[in-house]
């Protein structure tokens, strides 16, 4: 019998031990859940993190530096390019100077090849809408009748040319008269007036047909209508029948 109890007592003390781990795993584990939950019931003092973006680097090149020639002499630049400190109240039509410097991301040189960012400029004291025509370009039309009496005009939006120097916008309305062509050459006319008027070919070429048929019809008004046309055509005073220039 105490050959058969030994294994008996030696299993109980087994189920003893692990019956006790069992216990203290679970106790361990409740303090554990406790502690998480705890922590998510009150989480404590929260810190709060700011991000703040990186200023994004301007990889854009101004729009006037397409047209600044890149170590041109900085007296040579054109307008756009440059800012200077202008006076209105100088003398009209008298030479001035104006002290100017070269917008951001422009390179000039001076007389020596040295770099320069401030320079004087010289230039004639009048406003932009006062320079000569040859000085700015202007929107065309053809909606207007060149030969009429008086000459017509039209509104046109005037641009002044890149390396001119004046007062003022640069860009200015001006009524100009209206001088579009439709490709009619006087030379051609006088010629078909002068071969074939009587068959009213100068008529039919510049467009006005009514008159063409009355001159084919009557043997260029015997003759008499024939000899006024080239004299009318000669000096301009009949043109193309959509009031354009001749070319």
Known sequence: MAGGERPLQ????LCRVLLFLSQFCILSGGEQSQALAQSIKD????????????AAESTEIPPYVMKCPSN?????????????????????????????????????????????????????CRFCWQLPETDYECTNSTSCMTVSCPRQRYPANCTVRDHVHCLGNRTFPKMLYCNWTGGYKWSTALALSITLGGFGADRFYLGQWREGLGKLFSFGGLGIWTLIDVLLIGVGYV?????????
């Open 10 to 13: 030696g299993l109980r003390a």
């Open 43 to 54: 989480p404590g003092p929260t810190r709060t993190f700011t991000v703040v973006p990186r």
């Open 239 to 247: 043109g193309p029948a959509d009031g354009s220039l001749y070319i």
């Open 72 to 124: 041109g002499l900085c007296s040579r630049l054109p307008a756009d390019c440059i800012d200077c400190t202008t006076n209105f109240s100088c003398i009209y039509g008298k030479p001035v100077t104006f002290d100017c410097a070269v917008k951001p991301s422009v390179t000039c040189v001076d007389q020596d090849f040295k770099s320069q960012k401030n320079f004087i400029i010289n230039m004639t």
